[in-house]
């Protein structure tokens, strides 16, 4: 019957967005990124699975808890973009995150949702960047090493040809001498 039709569709429809939900969430584990969705009236956020892997947390709370764990010298810097963006929609900020002892580099980027031109949501996503930093970190360090062995080498190449010069020189003056004034006289094995 007809109400058969529309369960089974129902049916179907469900099966396929719990499929789709099921390959966000794979994919944002592949990706590293989370997603989270922040209700800004009621300071409540949802998030994925991967965003409680980032932070180390399975409830959110709000946002001054999670300000709490955001590093003292970084949480003017998440305050400014959150307010930023409560005017302009976008938001966007790379700061610490500590979690026990712990500081993890996160990237996070959202877009504010409005609702009678006020800020009603904000949805977005997080990446912990923090071996990004590392590799870079080691990349500059790795760099000022072969920079620095580079001016040692220039130096060394400098000072011994500088000093090679002189001897050389004198090599090449008796060598001229000789050519000039004795050359028939010697045997051929110091001619050679």
């Known amino acids: 019957s ?5 369960k089974n569709e129902i049916q179907k429809m469900n099966a396929a967005l719990q499929t789709r939900e099921q390959q966000l969430l794979e ?3 592949i990706g590293q990124v989370g997603s989270f969705d922040w209700d800004l009236v009621g ?3 949802s998030i994925t699975p991967q965003i409680s892997k980032i932070f180390g947390m399975q409830n959110p709370g709000s946002l001054a808890g999670f300000l709490n764990n955001v590093h003292p010298e970084d949480r003017k810097k998440v305050n400014d973009a959150i307010e930023k963006a409560l005017v302009t929609g976008d938001y966007e900020c790379e ?3 500590l979690i026990g002892n712990d500081a993890k580099i996160i990237f996070s980027r959202g877009k504010v949702l409005f609702e009678n031109e006020k800020p009603r949501r904000m949805i977005g996503t997080a990446t912990d960047v923090t071996e990004r930093h590392e590799t ?3 990349l500059v360090h790795a760099n000022n090493e072969l920079s620095r062995t580079n001016e040692e ?13 002189e001897p050389l020189r004198k090599i090449q003056v008796y060598s001229n001498r000789i ?3 004795g ?10």
């Open 2 to 6: 007809y109400l058969d039709l529309q």
């Open 27 to 29: 994919a944002q584990e």
């Open 43 to 45: 300071d409540q956020s």
């Open 95 to 97: 700061y610490r995150y």
């Open 136 to 138: 870079i970190r080691k």
């Open 153 to 165: 080498l220039e130096s060394f190449n400098f000072i011994a040809s500088h000093d090679l010069q």
């Open 179 to 181: 050519l000039e004034s």
């Open 183 to 192: 050359l028939a006289q010697l045997p051929e094995t110091l001619k050679d």
